[in-house]
């Protein structure tokens, strides 16, 4: 069977990220570890928002606030003295999931710049929220003291055993995410997107697809906060910020919307540019100040000379997916 370009690009860039522990291990340097990490739980968060803005052409501007669930359900149970990792993520996933089904019973039922504000404002609800409860931290957050807990199977201290299980996680959603939207399911999400009154005209209502999808897409982002929690052993409100929301969206339209490849492709782009802008020392020191409008300059660059975005790049299907 002959693989596309963007599956041989995407199992390519897969394969050299199974290979930063030894070689992170080799030269003497973890911080990589923590780099590499960051960015697959950042391309879960994505890979779930492709799954409705790519696909379905949900443009949510409050994903964030599946991340921002998953992250205090976490943390919130260990403030509390339960660690068990099994119900730490499963109420992250679950919760994240059932948020998702209140914020899109409401939102689907729109469209255009109301669904927008929509999902915008219950994030913001939820942000606040957070910023409202001084026993987790309020507007400071808190340290997480504990990290998941999964006796007798991994232990999340152990900086390899947790980037492998983050690369497992990240393997298996990207292998979801294409088996759903290659489904018959899937061809409903992406018939509605290109031509709704059609998709209604041969028997199919988009909504409880697009509200499946929804869910799905929230319950995955529940996951990716799961671990963003357990990485930054931090809790913050900031984890749900509509700014979060806006990086999970570039990172998704700088791969490229409606590719498997994308969402990792774009949080490796961004998450990359940030810190090689900030800390690489060759960089003149007015650059590293002021690397903010300069990321920016380039961010639009791309989006200019690279409307598909970089999956774009590589040829692909007729439909652009992988």
């Given at each position: 069977m002959r693989l596309a370009p963007r599956t041989l690009a995407l199992v390519a860039v897969l394969a050299l990220l199974a290979a930063v522990p030894p070689v992170a291990a080799a030269f003497g340097q973890p911080f990589y570890l923590d780099l590499f990490r960051r960015i697959?739980?950042?391309?879960?968060?994505?890979?779930?928002?492709?799954?409705?803005?790519?696909?379905?052409?949900?443009?949510?501007f409050g994903h964030a606030a599946y991340l921002g669930v998953g992250a205090y359900a976490v943390g919130v149970l260990?403030?509390?003295?339960?660690?068990?990792?099994?119900?730490?993520?499963?109420?992250?996933?679950?919760?994240?999931?059932?948020?998702?089904?209140?914020?899109?019973?409401?939102?689907?039922?729109?469209?255009?710049?109301?669904?927008?504000?929509?999902?915008?404002?219950?994030?913001?609800?939820?942000?606040?929220?957070?910023v409202s409860i001084e026993e987790y931290g309020g507007d400071d957050g808190m340290r997480v003291k504990t990290l998941s807990q999964f006796p007798g199977l991994l232990d999340l201290a152990d900086p390899a055993a947790f980037y492998y299980l983050v690369l497992a996680l990240l393997v298996a959603v990207l292998w979801v995410s294409g088996r759903l939207v290659r489904s018959r399911f899937g061809m409903v999400i992406r018939a509605a997107k290109s031509n709704e009154a059609r998709t209604r005209a041969i028997g199919f209502s988009p909504y409880p697809y697009r509200l499946v999808a929804f869910v799905v897409a929230g319950a995955i982002c529940g996951l990716a906060g799961a671990l963003l929690v357990?990485?930054?052993?931090?809790?913050?409100?900031?984890?749900?910020?509509?700014?979060?929301?806006?990086?999970?969206?570039?990172m998704v339209i700088l791969g490229g919307t409606a590719t498997a490849a994308g969402p990792l492709f774009g949080a490796a782009a961004l998450l990359l540019l940030e810190d090689l802008?900030?800390?690489?020392?060759?960089?003149?020191?007015?650059?590293?100040?002021?690397?903010?409008?300069?990321?920016?300059?380039?961010?639009?660059?791309?989006?200019?000379?690279?409307?598909?975005?970089?999956?774009?790049?590589?040829?692909?299907?007729?439909?652009?997916?992988?």
């Open positions: 697959m739980i950042f391309a879960i968060a994505a890979t779930s928002l492709n799954l409705i803005l790519g696909y379905g052409g949900m443009v949510s260990a403030h509390h003295g339960i660690t068990n990792g099994f119900v730490q993520w499963a109420l992250a996933i679950g919760g994240s999931a059932l948020v998702a089904l209140v914020i899109g019973a409401v939102s689907i039922r729109t469209s255009g710049i109301y669904f927008i504000m929509i999902t915008l404002a219950f994030t913001q609800m939820l942000y606040y929220l957070g357990n990485h930054t052993a931090y809790l913050t409100p900031e984890f749900m910020n509509w700014t979060r929301s806006g990086e999970l969206m570039f802008l900030q800390g690489w020392s060759l960089l003149p020191q007015w650059v590293r100040d002021y690397w903010q409008l300069y990321l920016g300059v380039i961010l639009v660059l791309v989006v200019l000379f690279a409307r598909r975005g970089l999956a774009g790049l590589l040829p692909g299907g007729p439909n652009g997916d992988d």
